[in-house]
C-alpha cells in the first residue's frame, strides 16, 4: 500500500449551502490533513472570532488548523500552521518570522518557490495546476510546472486549482506532496465519501476515471495535421490517457514526438504511456507503458521503473489477466472487442469472454479493438471501466469533435 496523499481544505465560506460552521465540522470528522481557514474578506478582528469556532471544532477532531494571512491571530490562538501569500511573506519583518508556527507560503512561479524557501518556509502551495471556476478562462500551468516547482526547492509542494482525486496519481509523479481543494469539500454531499475517494486514489497509480477514455495514437491518418496536431485536439476533446504508438519511427524521432507528446498531456492533466519501449518511456519521463505478451515482463518492468511507474499489460485470456496483476501491472488492456482495422489478424473475443476477464481481476480492464461510436454502447455493464479507441479518433475528419463526441458516449457507458 503507498503511504497517503495528504489533503489539505482551504475554506470559503460563500460557497457553502448549509452554515458555514457545520460544513467546518462535516469537514472536520471526515479527516483531512488540515483545515485552512482562508476567508480574506475579514477583517481581523472578524477572522479572529471566526478562527476561534473553527479550531475549537478541528481540535475536537484532532485535525490540524491553519490560520490564513493573518501572523498575529496565528500566534495568539497557537493554531497548527500559518499560511501567507508571499507578499505578505516579503514584507514581515525577519524578527517576527522567528516565532511563526509552520509557515506555508502560496507560489506560482518557481522564482517564488525558491524565494519563499529561502524567507524560511516549511512547505508551499502551487498553482492553480488545471483549470478551475475560481479562475475563470485561465489555463492551468500544467504538471511540468509543478514537477519545476518541486525540483527547485527541498520543500513538500501542496498542488492547488482543479484538482480531483482522479489527479492524485499524477500529482504524486509529479513530486507533489499532497494537495489542496477548496469548493469540493465545501460542496460535495458527504465529505466521507470525498476523503475516501481521495484515500482510495492516493494507493493508486492510474484511477479507472482516467481509462475511460484511452486513445491510442495511430500516424496512419496524419496529412491534413501532424500527429502531435490530432493529439492536442484529442486532448481538447476529453480523452483521459494517452498511449504513444510508434512501430516503425527512428528511435531518434521517436524520443523527440515523445518529449513534445509528454508536454502536451502535461498541459492537459492526463497520463502518457508509450507502447512497447520501456527504455524510450523512462528517457522520455513519460508516465508509464503498455506492453503486450511478447514484450518485456510486466514483473521485470516494475523491478527497473519503481512503483510509481504506470504499466498497462494486454490480455486474451483469464490465466494472462491474472499473471499481468500478480506481476504489478495497474492495468489490462483486453480484446479485440470488434474486429479492427489497425490490426485485421487479432483474436476476437466475445462480450461473454471480456466480462469473464475483467471479472477475474481487481485492477482495472480498459476493452479494446475495432471500437466506434456505433458500436461502444454495446460494452454497458461488460466489467470494463473504459474503451480504447484508435481509427474512431485518429482517423475522424474532426479529431476534436470526434473526440467530444466519445467523451460523452463512455461518460454514459462507463460512468
Known sequence: MRPPFPLLWVTERALCREPFLDRV?????AGPAGVLLREKDLSEEDYR???QQVQAICRRHGVPFLVHTHPAVARELGADGLHLPLPVLRALPAEERQDLPRLGVSCHTVAEAVEAWQLGADYLTAGHIFETTCKAGLPGRG???LAAVCAAVPLPVYAIGGVQPAAVPALRR???AGGCVRSPLTTCPSPV???????ECSAMNLTPPQLRLYAVTDRAWTGRQTLLEQLEDALKGGVTLVQLREKDLPQEDFLTEALAARELCRRYGVPLLINDNVDLALQCGADGVHVGAEDMPVAEIRRLAGPGFIIG???KTIPQAQAAQADG???IGVGAVFPSPTKPNAVGITREELAAICASVTIPAVAIGGITRENLSQLAGCGAVGAAVVSALFGAPDVRAAAQALDSLTRAVFP
Not at 465540522?25 to 470528522?29: C, K, L, N, R, T
Not at 465519501?193 to 484515500?199: A, E, P
Open 25 to 29: 465540522a462535516a469537514v472536520a470528522a
Open 49 to 51: 472570532t471566526l478562527a
Open 143 to 145: 504538471l511540468d510546472f
Open 174 to 176: 509529479a513530486g507533489a
Open 193 to 199: 465519501h470525498y476523503l475516501h475517494q481521495w484515500k
Open 313 to 315: 499489460a494486454t490480455a
Open 329 to 331: 501491472a495497474d492495468y
